[in-house]
Structure formats: C-alpha cells, structure tokens
C-alpha cells in the first residue's frame, strides 16, 4: 500500500468514526480506530484545514486540559441520490452527515429516456455545486453500472449510468437495483446483524423483484441476475409473473385475493428450501397481517413449518429511501 492509499484509508476511518457519534475528540478517534494519536492528530490537522472536519468545542477532561473536540463539516460535501420509478423521479440531497436537506420529486423519466434524466441531475447539481457523489436506484438488474435487464424501459436498455453521468458531471456515481436498496435500507435500520439472512418481496408497479442478503451481504450472483423472481417456475409451465397476472386479472374478486396469496406462499416456499432466510419481509401497501397468516398456513403444505421464516410488513418507500441514504453516505465518506 502506498502513502498516497494508506493517507486515504486512515482518512476514511476518521470520516466513519465521526459519523457514528457526530462528535468526538482525537484521543477518543484514536481508540475507536486503533491508528496512533500521532498519526490521527496529524491528519485531523489537515482534514480542518482542507474544511472537511470542524473544531466544535472541547471535550470532557480526564486531569488535564480539555481536549478539543471535532466534527464532520456538514456543508463540505453533498450527495445526490434518486429513486427512478414509473410515475416520478424522487431526489434526495444529502449533506456529509447524512442528514437529508431536501426533496425534489420531478417527472418520471424512464419512458422519457436519458435526456429528461440528465436535464433533471443538471438542474439539481446547479443548485448544490458541492455535490460529488450520485446514487441512482432503478427497476432493473445492474452489472457495474449498466441497467442490463429493464424491461418495459426500451430507452435504458443496456444505458451505461455510471459511465455516462461520471463522464457527463464528473461525480462518483452508483447504481443499485430497487429492492437491492430497499433490502439494505430495512437491514440498516434493523441494526446490520450479520448472523441473519432476508428476502424483501415486492410485487411494484414494475413487476416483481427481491432483494436477498445473507451475512450481510446482497445476493447478486453470477451474472448480477438474483432477485428476478418474476422468472421463478412455480406451477406447471408457470412462472410466479404470469401466476400473479393471473390472480390480477381474474374476473372474480372472490378468487382473486386467495391466487394472489399461493403464487407468494409457492415463492415462500422456494426461498424456503433454498435459502432458508430468517426474514422475509412484505410491502405494507400490498399486503396485511391476516394475508401473512394466510401465507403462512398455505406455504406451510409445501415445506415444514418450522422451517419457515418469520413474517414481517414493512414500508417500501421509507425502507428503500434509507437504502439509497446509506449508500449515498457511504460512498461520500470513501470519497478520495
């Protein structure tokens, strides 16, 4: 590792240890990194300086004189991140702490196609000049920044994201599926407990989609095509789409509701046997507590009971809004 790489990881450590408690001296930096107080002290210096870091105040005495205390300077960075859906386009802009300082909801861009999306990051970045890092969630599979896989999105089949807006503004950008963000959003705020795997399920307006981590980590497989459950052969020739289709669809209302409830109980039972996550979590504008005990008792005729997860209702919206926060954070705090 060079001088120049170990400068930046000690810095990175620095950023995510005043992030977790806001506020914090060097002495105390020191002993939550484990880097040496010379060494911390140094870069500290330089960090306040370049007015990345803010001297706020002075900390509690041990005997001595009080120890100064620092921070994160709030407005030494900004980050972008937009949710992309079928009906709007929603834009969060992050400070370096990660506290959110505004919302824009613009028209949807993805039958529009690049150009309207460009329009919209360009007006946004015109108005937050410090913005560095760009998180972008969309319907569809990714690999390193390219939407492979969007169906119903003809004008962002196979559009390169990551090159063409680090190329168009000079921004770190990322790119992450929907329920990607969404699973890491509700594993977040649930306390990043990495003995536990889990399947978030939403059904959308885009078709359905999972987002899958096991012991921490997002499932994204070989060809970054995990979570596409649409695909899932469940019954007979039919895949889980086309038996949610049919439940959608039928005539009767009466019938419907119970379609609905096997073609996610037969899914239930698939991650089940596969995986066996602890968790499976649902959208709470899809689903209710009685169609989960329902869920339960159907599932319950393909595989063991006992071998089933638990049964959680989330908000899809907030879960994947913290997803997309969390993201932006992390990459503004490894930012060179």
């Given at each position: 590792?060079?001088?120049?790489?170990?400068?930046?990881?000690?810095?990175?450590?620095?950023?995510?240890?005043l992030y977790g408690v806001k506020e914090s001296t060097k002495v105390e930096i020191a002993q939550s990194t484990g880097i040496s107080f010379p060494t911390i002290s140094k870069t500290i210096d330089e960090m306040k300086e370049a007015g990345e870091v803010?001297?706020?105040?002075?900390?509690?005495?041990?005997?001595?004189?009080?120890?100064?205390?620092?921070?994160?300077?709030?407005?030494y960075m900004t980050g972008l991140a937009a949710c992309l859906e079928s009906d709007f386009s929603s834009y969060l802009i992050l400070n370096y702490e990660g506290e959110i300082v505004a919302r824009e909801t613009l028209p949807a861009v993805l039958q529009a196609g690049p150009e309207l999306l460009t329009e919209q990051i360009g007006a946004l970045l015109a108005r937050y000049p410090?913005?560095?890092?760009?998180?972008?969630?969309?319907?569809?599979?990714?690999?390193?920044?390219?939407?492979?896989?969007?169906?119903?999105?003809?004008?962002?089949?196979?559009?390169?994201?990551?090159t063409f807006y680090e190329e168009q503004f000079a921004l770190q950008v990322q790119v992450e599926n929907d329920m990607n963000t969404t699973a890491i959003g509700y594993y977040d705020r649930i306390g990043?407990?990495?003995s536990?795997?889990?399947?978030?399920?939403?059904?959308?307006?885009?078709?359905?989609?999972?987002?899958?981590?096991?012991?921490?980590?997002i499932v994204r497989g070989k060809t970054f095509f995990s979570g596409e459950?649409?695909?899932?052969?469940?019954?007979?020739?039919?895949?889980?789409?086309?038996?949610?289709?049919?439940?959608?669809?039928?005539?009767d209302m009466n019938k419907s509701r119970p379609m609905l409830l096997e073609a996610i109980s037969r899914l239930v039972a698939a991650f089940t046997a596969t995986i066996n996550p602890h968790t499976i979590i649902f959208c709470n504008s899809e689903l209710n507590n009685h169609d989960l005990v329902q869920i339960q008792t159907i599932s319950a005729s393909f595989v063991p009971k006992e071998n089933l997860p638990d049964f959680v209702i989330s908000d899809w919206q907030q879960d994947y809004f913290h997803g997309l926060q969390q993201l932006t954070v992390k990459r503004m705090l490894a930012a060179d």
């Open positions: 590792m060079n001088p120049k790489m170990m400068g930046d990881l000690i810095r990175q450590h620095i950023r995510a240890a803010l001297l706020v105040g002075l900390g509690l005495s041990s005997g001595g004189r009080r120890p100064n205390t620092y921070k994160l300077n709030p407005a410090s913005t560095r890092v760009l998180t972008l969630g969309i319907p569809g599979a990714v690999n390193d920044g390219c939407a492979f896989h969007i169906p119903g999105y003809d004008r962002f089949q196979n559009f390169n994201f990551k990043n407990d990495d536990i795997s889990l399947v978030y399920l939403y059904l959308g307006k885009n078709g359905p989609g999972t987002g899958i981590i096991v012991n921490g980590h459950v649409s695909y899932v052969p469940l019954s007979g020739m039919r895949n889980f789409a086309q038996l949610l289709d049919d439940a959608l669809t039928a005539p």
